[in-house]
């Protein structure tokens, strides 16, 4: 069985804060991940993809990849209190067909952010 | 705007009564999916349709069935709701060759 794992939290940051979120995968075949945003009771909002090693930033977003280690992370810098949500991490899985892409899902951190 | 949407957006009903969920898409992806996501638990691939073809999670009970009838529309049957089916239903969609999925906003079920 593959596996995402996160810390469930709740994880608090002050206004203005750095949230750092982790995420631990098993599917050492997984070559794409992603982050997702989702508000209480609404869908999954995509906010970042990572498919190399290293770091990739979009605004106030940072994910980092390690492959070897299996683990994805993703910092958010000036942390809002409208950040506050739950953050899934998901992996597509290695044996999705060419041109799907089946995710396995984490449970989500939920962050709050204090003002 | 292109998107993904789900109808109902909230759903009742009987504890063995059959119900339907409604997916469709202005999108023109190839790639239709159906998750499953209970309270704080993660979402949970339940089947997809790669264009016309079907594709089954191994875990996924016989009680969940899916249509597609055209590249647009995805339906996802529920024969005998039991209570343990209380659930946000989420469909989401991808195009081939491109990464990201996107979904729609999900439709909550409650089986009483």
């Known amino acids: 069985q593959k596996e995402v794992e996160q810390n469930s939290g709740p994880l608090s940051v002050p206004e203005g804060a750095i949230a750092s979120l982790n995420c631990t995968y098993s599917?050492?075949?997984?070559?794409?991940f992603f982050w997702y945003r989702q508000y209480s009771g609404k869908s999954p909002e995509l906010i970042m993809s990572?498919?190399?090693?290293g770091d990739k930033e979009d605004g106030r977003f940072t994910a980092q990849l390690n492959k070897a280690s299996q683990y994805v992370s993703l910092l958010i810098r000036d942390s809002q209190p409208s950040d506050s949500a739950t953050y899934l991490c998901a992996v597509n899985r290695a044996d999705s067909g060419a041109g799907s892409y089946q995710l396995t899902f984490g449970k989500g951190t939920k962050l709050s952010v204090i003002p | 705007d292109a998107m993904v949407i789900q109808n109902p957006r909230y759903q009742v009903t009987q504890f063995g009564k059959p119900v339907t969920l409604s997916c469709s898409q202005t999108l023109n992806h190839n790639v239709m999916y159906w998750y499953q996501q209970k309270s704080s638990q993660a979402p949970k691939l339940l089947f997809h349709?790669?264009?016309?073809?079907?594709?089954n999670e191994a875990d996924t009970p016989d009680n969940f069935q899916s249509r597609r009838p055209n590249t647009s529309f995805c339906f996802l049957d529920i024969r005998s709701p039991g209570l343990g089916d209380a659930a946000m239903y989420l469909c989401?969609?991808?195009?081939?060759?491109?990464?990201?999925?996107?979904f729609g906003q999900g439709t909550r079920l409650t089986v009483v």
């Open positions: 989401a969609t991808s195009r081939r060759g491109v990464t990201e999925a996107f």
């Open positions: 990572i498919y190399s090693n």
């Open positions: 599917d050492r075949g997984s070559q794409s």
């Open positions: 349709y790669y264009d016309k073809d079907f594709n």
